[in-house]
């Protein structure tokens, strides 16, 4: 029986992937601090004699006799809503917790993958954005914590590989969505399903037009085991890359929740990425991994979940 520790355990990614692992015959830890996950989105696996629940935060040092095969770190805030409240945690997250796992990773042998973004690409003049495209990041802007964070993340995993030889993995996410995801988070979807479920105004930012491509979250928890599996050292997107515009996602949501659309225009938030497309050529050819799940489908699957949480 493998043994993986999933950093995030308890965030809307990390809790589906230690259900996924568990339902592959995993031995499971996730940890999680609780600033932004929930323990609510783990509970139903306490039961589960392969599955246990550590309340801790990466920053401090971690004290486990346990050996272990994977690690999975998906520990950090990623909602703009975060970026304007704790953005130094999200940079300390990034850089002392991720060394902090790094180094267990190193003591345990153990491969380990990181949970970079598509953030990295930043305001892309690319598109859809490849792996080989370095970005077009503010660094001191309002997501300039995020995006340095995961930047950070990517450079300190290939150090340590160079220096130490260590396993690792880095995957770049793209927009991803599905059940468990925090109502007040402030992406696009969740807003989306709140306002459409009570009624509400769509909230559009700037015209409309700027595009997200979204990918349904067990698609992409998939996705991150075959890179855990795989020998690919490079950074890989995955994501969907169906591309649409806010509008036609904001209309979308509407459909699926049976509500009249309406729309209320904000100003768009400043470094907002205009563009998101991810190319998934790698994935594909390196991986054998493409996502399956519909938009449509996906949708249905999200609405269960928004009727019931709000």
């Not at 998101?276 to 699957?301: C, H, M, Q, Y």
């Amino acid at each position: 029986m493998k043994t993986a520790l999933v950093a995030g355990g308890a965030g809307f990614i990390g809790s589906h992937l230690c259900e996924y692992l568990l339902g592959q015959g995993y031995r499971v830890y996730a940890i999680d601090s609780l600033v932004t996950g929930r323990r609510i989105n783990i509970e139903h696996l306490l039961a589960n004699p392969n599955f246990s629940w550590i309340e801790h935060d990466i920053v401090a040092p971690l004290y486990m006799n346990v050996p272990c095969d994977e690690i999975y770190n998906l520990a950090s805030p990623a909602s703009p809503v975060d970026f304007e409240k704790i953005p130094i945690f999200i940079l300390k997250t990034a850089a002392i917790g991720h060394m902090n796992l790094l180094n267990w990773a190193k003591m345990n042998k153990a491969r380990i993958l990181f949970a970079s973004t598509s953030e990295v690409y930043g305001d892309p003049l690319e598109h859809p954005q490849k792996e080989t495209y370095l970005g077009n990041v503010n660094c001191i802007g309002h997501r300039g914590c995020y995006d340095e964070a995961k930047r950070y993340g990517e450079a300190i995993s290939m150090a340590f590989r160079r220096q130490y030889g260590i396993e690792t993995r880095i995957v770049r996410i793209f927009n991803t969505y599905g059940p468990r995801m925090r109502p007040e988070d402030g992406r696009v979807i969740p807003n989306f399903f709140t306002q459409g479920l009570s009624g509400k105004p769509f909230t559009i930012y700037g015209d409309g037009k700027q595009t997200r491509s979204l990918c349904y979250v067990s698609d992409l928890v998939e996705g991150l085991h075959k890179l855990m599996l795989s020998d690919v050292a490079d950074p890989v997107n995955v994501g969907n890359p169906d591309e649409y515009t806010i509008l036609e996602i904001a209309k979308s949501v509407a459909a699926a929740c049976g509500a009249q659309f309406k729309t209320e225009f904000m100003p768009l938030p400043p470094s907002d990425p205009k563009q998101r497309r991810p190319d998934i050529t790698r994935a594909k050819e390196l991986l054998n991994w493409s996502p399956k799940i519909s938009l449509k489908e996906g949708f249905v699957k999200t609405l269960d979940y928004f009727k019931s949480s709000l």
